[in-house]
């Protein structure tokens, strides 16, 4: 039974720093590809990051890139989110999910079956 779950959100301010932990028990990191979620308040879900086991570099949002960096740990079956320089903006809840086959471009949200509860972001001004 796959499980996947989040950890590590909380209130900081803008400029600050955080790192999400995914543990995702269950599954073969070489089959899955990787991703994390957010949804802001009034906003619509968007793609963060996106990591292929050995498939090169993440893929990131442009609102994020430059400031947050995924990462995988296969052999825990993890993945992190470092986030660096965070902005209100980036305010919301943010989910880990796994979907089968290994490619991020192009993939809609929908074809990542796994998602854990969450965690939830929130960036003061």
């Known amino acids: 039974q796959v499980q996947v779950a989040e950890s590590g959100g909380g209130l900081v301010q803008a400029g600050e720093s955080l790192t999400l932990s995914c543990s995702a028990s269950?599954?073969?990191?070489?089959?899955?590809?990787m991703a994390w979620f957010r949804q802001g308040p009034g906003k619509e879900r968007e793609r963060v990051a996106c990591i292929v086991y050995g498939g090169g570099p993440p893929d990131y949002l442009a609102s994020v890139k430059g400031r947050f960096i995924m990462t995988d740990d296969s052999a825990k079956h993890m993945v992190h989110l470092q986030m660096n320089n965070l902005k209100p903006e980036d305010t919301g809840m943010y989910y880990c999910?796994?979907?089968?086959?290994?490619?991020?471009?192009?993939?809609?949200?929908?074809?990542?079956?796994?998602w854990g509860h969450g965690t939830q972001v929130t960036v003061s001004s």
């Open positions: 269950g599954l073969n990191f070489r089959d899955y590809t």
């Open positions: 999910a796994a979907g089968y086959g290994l490619m991020c471009l192009p993939r809609p949200a929908s074809d990542f079956t796994k």
